[in-house]
């Protein structure tokens, strides 16, 4: 079925000005980009989306991390998004993606790892409507 899935290219992505290139990644992959927006997550939004990991060791350097600078947060449109996209986002430490992934050919880290994506199709309507209202939306 054709989904919508959440995609964000984190601080370290727009750093090294890769957002071209793991945009043509995705669109390679039969993602369509059907809304795209640039921002500075503030440390309380960093803390809201990530709120599912705040007893995690690695939550406020994780936070820290996706407000050090600009983020391009995303809504994927496709066929199977949700699974096609984690599938070509790799494994979420590039020391275990596969080759030819975005975060094996991309990423610095598990921390620095280029892109987050959502883990599910109800997690996908929950994260894009956090940054997106419908009219942004644009199928
Ligand atoms: P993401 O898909 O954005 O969701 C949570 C993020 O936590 C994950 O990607 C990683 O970038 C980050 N993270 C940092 N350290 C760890 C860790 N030890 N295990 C899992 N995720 C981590």
Request: proline share 2%; charged share 20%.
């Amino acid at each position: 079925a054709i989904e919508r899935t959440f995609s964000i290219l984190k601080p370290d992505a727009t750093r090294r000005n890769l957002t071209g290139k793991i945009n043509a990644v995705f669109e390679a992959a039969g993602l369509r980009i059907v809304a795209q927006k640039r921002i500075h997550m503030t440390r309380a939004q960093a803390e809201a989306f990530y709120g599912v990991h705040k007893e995690r060791g690695f939550f406020n350097d994780l936070v820290t991390f996706m407000t050090s600078g600009p983020v391009v947060v995303q809504v994927l449109e496709g066929e199977n998004a949700v699974a096609k996209h984690r599938e070509v986002m790799g494994a979420t430490n590039p020391a275990n993606a596969a080759e030819g992934t975005v975060r094996k050919l991309f990423a610095e880290s598990i921390e620095a790892n280029s892109v987050h994506g959502s883990d599910s199709l109800e997690n996908a309507a929950i994260e894009i409507a956090y940054f997106f209202a419908g009219t942004e939306i644009v199928g």
